[in-house]
DNA sequence: TATTGGATGTTGTATTCAATAAGTTTGAGC
DNA sequence: GCTCAAACTTATTGAATACAACATCCAATA
């Protein structure tokens, strides 16, 4: 599969947005961006238009693309999207699921196990973050991919690269500095920990309603950790809001 | 909110599609498109790359856009998307919805029941089809619209748009005959009217689980029936099956 | 001060040019 | 004479550039 122009400046716009290089907000113009991509407009203003098909840019006629600033109405339309599509997407998990998706659920979990010990047991939680945002990724991931249904799962996978527009790395001087005690967020990582036990263990068993349910109380557990961070960071218009690792696919 | 010519060829060519005009795996040539439409090629590209991310078209790279022609197991997938979304839309309407809402739900209601009774008393059917469908049509929108959640309605309308190439009128010389006898479709047409009502007695009483079950289960049937009419049409790459007035959102 | 007119910059569109894929012809080898 | 392959032809897409339309800003003027 070749890759042409408009792919490489779809790419290339994506991974600044993603990357909190160009914020919220942010104006995307066509001229700026090819010269700064080394391509003709006419790509840019393509791979403009997939990212707005993505969700990660607003695009008005004449007036220009900007990346999505979204609303706290929108957010929530969006979470109660999420809620649903991913608690579905278990339920199929509990059913579909072959050996080897089991394999790999349980793999990411206990990766994650041992990550969360050490950073209960260490002082600084600093360096091993990552590896678990990272991991628990590969936990859901996991799970939509256990449910075979592909459509459901890219459909997820958007949602969360969207979501992540909201919780991104501070591009600004100011570094982010987490607004929670180290006691509060492990005692956090401990729950997610009891959350993602109980899903595993409903999906081993073929149980959908209880895959379903104990997915679904996980994720009302995070939009609600998400919304509190909302409203104490700023009003009306989200434009950014502190880090945290146990909001999921972010990393 | 000026309209461009990008937005004239998007609507013409999404017009044709769901029209039947440009069948299923019609190619889509954008000179051809252009000259027919009026405009030069590049707002014709844009409008195609528009209708791929609504999931009418299916574009490959120096090979050029065609109608969408959808599989089997991409139609499974769509089902189960739509099962858990409006199952959940159904849910949210129920808790969510404003007395107008609920009017204009019940409205819908009582329009078709007339419809019905009409047309299971009549000899033929054929006048009375085209407006049960819309208000078939009015009921679902009417529901999705009290959920209160702009983002799940336009996800779901989205998917009914798609669902409808598979049911299109035909544009060939044969006409679509029904393969059911009236009977059939009498008894499917009061099932329907049940389901409806349950529906609708749920959300009037706010009782969201119920909704919700209520709403699942009459999506199922639905599937069913159209997963049976696949069945005995085509095997393997569906192309086109016969229409079905209780398949909603097909007019 | 409010308004109108132009200056400027950016988007939207048309057109031209280049690259790719498919189809066709030509020719060498058997 | 037939087959297969390679080169050429053609059709169509992808990209670049040139041009037109629109919105915004600023200044001049009533």
């Known amino acids: 599969m070749k890759k042409v122009n408009s792919d490489i400046a ?6 600044k947005i993603l990357n909190g290089k160009y914020p919220p ?5 066509t001229e700026v ?4 991509i080394g ?19 607003s695009i008005k006629a004449h007036l220009g ?11 929530r339309e969006m979470c109660d999207l ?5 608690g579905h997407a278990t339920g199929l998990a509990a059913l579909n699921h072959s050996q080897t998706d089991l394999r790999r659920i349980k793999f990411a979990l206990e990766a ?7 950073i209960v047991a260490a002082k600084s939680e600093e360096p091993l973050i990552d590896e678990l945002r990272s991991e628990d990724v590969h936990f859901h991931v996991a799970i939509m991919t256990a449910a075979k249904n592909d459509l459901i799962k890219s459909e997820i996978l958007r949602l969360h690269l969207i979501n992540r527009l909201l919780f991104l ?9 987490s607004p929670v005690s180290k006691k509060d967020s492990d005692r956090n990582r401990l729950k997610v920990m009891e959350s993602h036990d109980e899903i595993y263990e409903a999906i081993a068993k073929h149980d959908a309603p209880a895959a379903k349910r104990a997915m679904e109380h996980h994720i009302q557990d995070i939009i609600d950790k998400s919304l509190r961070a909302i409203a104490m960071s700023g009003e009306g218009g989200i434009s950014r809001v502190l880090t945290d690792e146990e909001l999921i696919y972010s990393g």
Chains 1, 2 share one sequence.
Do not use: C, N, W
């Open 10 to 15: 779809y790419e290339f716009i994506r991974e």
């Open 65 to 75: 693309a900007s990346v999505k600033k979204m609303g706290v109405k929108e957010f």
């Open 39 to 57: 391509v003709s407009r006419t790509p840019v203003r393509e791979a403009l238009h997939r990212l707005k098909a993505d969700g990660l840019v």
């Open 33 to 36: 961006l090819s010269s700064e």
């Open 25 to 29: 907000g942010h104006a995307l113009m």
């Open 82 to 86: 999420r809620l649903a599509l991913e």
């Open 169 to 177: 790395p501070s591009t600004e001087t100011e570094e982010q500095l």
């Open 112 to 118: 994650m196990r041992g990550l969360t010990e050490r």
